[in-house]
């Protein structure tokens, strides 16, 4: 199976560069899987889109951890540990750089054991999501080095994808994916088909198993053990939760779950009460209370009616 990477930024056309030799590998008579892979979906934010071709059913899903071909259209996003542009590779991996350097250069910047490949940058831009037809290039290099397409299938491939676009532009697309092309054909049938994972294969993931604790223990609750009853964190309030008894319905599980000091405690007639002595004053049971039950008035308004009712 051929799984290949095209790492870039976003507005320079991976999603079509996959498209495009998804398309090709399809014409030359393989199952095909290619979708793009987006981050922060933003004019120049990195992205990465993935093509997998065999010629039997391909039963993997998801993105490509350990690539045959990782071809890099932006050269910044080399360094960048978020781009993941060295992710998985090893010693049968071609990496395949749109740069300036030489592949000599790259090597030693990355000391990776992968095979580094250089596709000759064009001019520079200004502009770095601008980088001139740089889907379609990274397209055909891909394409060269795959070995299984021909020319023909690759202007096929680019004719159908660009088709929404001007005649003129997807002319010049195919006339530089086919210079692109010629270009890599003394390299063709470089990259290595890695075979396909079976099951006995698999390697399962590190789980970190985590001891079942009680809800005495993992919930919250302000006067259980080895807590700080006796710090009166509703000091602190500046304003305070009222209960309306005759709106509320007895749901107490609600307010007091959502409560993050255990502050509300549950009567033995089943209805909340706050501990104001720990109420902190958040507010997340008015938000959170169905009946509408819980409203808030200031501290300060609350101590008043308290001194006039007990005066």
Not at 33 to 52: M, S, T
Not at 206 to 221: G, K, M, Q, R, T
Request: a negative charge; one cysteine or more; glycine letters at 8%.
């Amino acid at each position: 199976m051929f799984r290949i990477r095209f790492h870039g930024r976003g507005g320079q056309g991976m999603k079509t560069a996959s498209r495009i030799l998804g398309s090709a590998f399809f014409r030359a008579g393989y199952e095909v899987q290619d979708a793009p892979r987006y981050g922060a979906e933003r004019r120049g934010a990195p992205i990465f889109a993935y093509v997998r071709a065999d010629n039997s059913s391909i039963n993997e899903r998801g993105i490509i951890n350990h690539p045959d071909l990782v071809v890099v259209a932006d050269d910044t996003l080399v360094a960048m540990p978020a781009a993941g542009v060295t992710q998985g590779i090893d010693e049968n991996t071609l990496l395949l750089i749109n740069s300036h350097d030489s592949a000599q250069t790259w090597g030693q910047r990355l000391n990776t054991p992968a095979r580094v490949l250089i596709l000759a940058a064009q001019e520079e831009v200004e502009d770095r999501a601008e980088l001139p037809y740089i889907g379609s290039r990274c397209a055909a290099a891909a394409a060269a080095l795959s070995g299984v397409i021909s020319r023909d299938l690759l202007v096929a491939a680019v004719n159908e994808e660009l088709a929404h676009l001007p005649d003129e532009v997807i002319k010049k697309n195919r006339d530089i994916a086919l210079g692109v092309f010629d270009d890599m054909a003394t390299q063709a049938g470089l990259v290595e088909q890695s075979g396909q994972q079976t099951a006995t294969d698999y390697a399962r993931p590190e789980w970190i198993d985590l001891a079942f604790e009680s809800a005495e223990i993992s919930s919250l609750s302000i006067q259980a053990g080895a807590t700080s009853v006796m710090v009166r964190t509703g000091l602190w309030r500046t304003m305070r939760p009222l209960i309306n008894y005759e709106k509320c319905s007895g749901c107490w599980w609600i307010c007091s779950t959502y409560c993050p000091d255990g502050a509300i405690n549950v009567r033995a007639d089943g209805y909340p009460e706050i501990d104001y002595e720990h109420c902190k004053g958040c507010l997340v049971c008015v938000a959170q209370c169905p009946p509408h039950a819980i409203e808030s008035i200031s501290e300060q308004l609350a101590r008043e009616q308290e001194n006039g009712v007990a005066s």
